[in-house]
């Protein structure tokens, strides 16, 4: 069975810090990992996905991740956070067995300017 | 179309009443996914269609719940005698059905129950 953990469900930084979102998952055979951004009253996009090429993922509007299989982790980051990454942030899970997707709970992230 | 289509947008309904919901998904993409999202809740897994196999329906959260999928399409998702848990925001995806490829999400429709 595949699973998503995020942890904080809400995070705030100040705008020009360093986002850090935290996604950790929960797989019995490969995974295939991926981050969706929710704007406000905008439906899911997709921000990056890992599917077994290289560990670190670069996405849209200058976010990364990185696929640690020991930690099985799957943070997303970004060096400098803009106001306008201010949404709703959902990791996901998925397998080449099947194509549900296992999604997380969110986190919603706040801007300070 | 350019993108997934949700009708209707907003949704309100006396408990007890049925509703049905609407996806029009990316012109040929075979695969078809509904989600609920529920406040403080990630994205559940509904119902999920590929091509024309018997879909995926370990989601569903009880037998008042059912989708269909037209041609290969559209699809419907209905919920019979509404319950006040039953509101959320439903959505749709589709994808061209390969592993792993991207899902497209619709706007959703957001369902209240009174």
């Known amino acids: 069975a595949q699973s998503v953990t995020q942890l904080g469900s809400h995070v705030s930084v100040s705008e020009g810090a360093l986002v850090l979102l935290r996604c950790n998952y929960s797989?019995?055979?490969?995974?295939?990992l991926f981050w969706y951004v929710q704007y406000p009253n905008q439906g899911l996009q997709l921000l990056l996905k890992?599917?077994?090429?290289?560990?670190l993922v670069k996405g849209i509007n200058g976010f990364e991740a990185e696929f640690k299989k020991s930690e099985t982790s799957f943070h997303l980051t970004k060096p400098s956070a803009h106001m306008s990454d201010a949404a709703e942030y959902f990791c996901?899970?998925?397998?080449?067995?099947?194509?549900?997707?296992?999604f997380g709970t969110g986190t919603s992230l706040t801007v300070i300017p | 179309g350019a993108g997934v289509s949700q009708s209707p947008s907003n949704k309100v309904t006396e408990k007890g009443k049925d509703v049905e919901l609407r996806c029009d998904p990316i012109?040929?993409?075979?695969?078809l996914y509904w989600y609920r999202q529920s406040l403080g809740q990630g994205l559940e897994f509904l119902i999920y269609?590929?091509?024309?196999?018997?879909?995926?329906k370990s989601g569903l959260p009880s037998d008042r719940f059912s989708a269909e999928r037209t041609g290969g399409s559209v699809s419907t998702l209905t919920i019979q005698r509404t319950q006040q848990e039953d509101s959320a925001v439903y959505l749709c995806?589709?994808?061209?059905?390969?592993?792993?490829?991207?899902?497209?999400f619709g706007p959703g429709t957001r369902l209240l129950v009174l």
């Open positions: 996901a899970v998925s397998t080449n067995t099947g194509n549900q997707f296992y």
């Open positions: 995806a589709s994808s061209q059905g390969l592993t792993a490829e991207t899902q497209y």
């Open positions: 012109s040929g993409h075979t695969a």
């Open positions: 890992y599917t077994s090429a290289a560990t």
């Open positions: 269609f590929q091509g024309n196999s018997a879909p995926d």
């Open positions: 797989s019995s055979v490969p995974p295939y």
